[in-house]
């Protein structure tokens, strides 16, 4: 079993940032992708960023640019960096990572929310 715990939402300005952290813990198991999904109110959920355990990324159109992804593979630790923030990016962001045979799993959630 993996547990998840998210950090860094909170409120912010336009053009401002934030920087969201998720630390994986648990036993017997190996960690390969890791990323970030958001999912904004009456919106389905979407594509953050996700980074592998090699370090390569993919990021959503609409953060591109803005947000980088990086990660602690010692720590088992996903990081998001999120810079000009915009309203647009209000949203509950959730922590992905995917573990051996493709297992996935999900933190809570962290609210993001940027004022105009």
């Known amino acids: 079993q993996v547990q998840l715990v998210e950090s860094g939402g909170g409120l912010v300005q336009a053009g401002g940032s934030l920087r969201l952290s998720c630390a994986a813990s648990?036993?017997?198991?190996?960690?390969?992708?890791m990323g970030w999904y958001r999912r904004a109110p009456g919106k389905q959920r979407e594509l953050v960023a996700v980074?592998?355990?090699?370090?390569?990324?993919n990021y959503g159109d609409s953060v591109k640019g803005r947000f980088t992804i990086s990660r602690d593979n010692a720590k088992n630790t996903v990081y998001l960096e999120m810079n000009s923030l915009k309203p647009e990016d209000t949203a509950v962001y959730y922590c992905?990572?995917?573990?051996?045979?493709?297992?996935?799993?999900w933190g809570q959630g962290t609210q993001v929310t940027v004022s105009s």
């Open positions: 648990g036993s017997g198991f190996s960690i390969n992708t």
């Open positions: 980074i592998s355990r090699s370090g390569n990324t």
């Open positions: 992905l990572t995917v573990v051996t045979l493709g297992v996935e799993y």
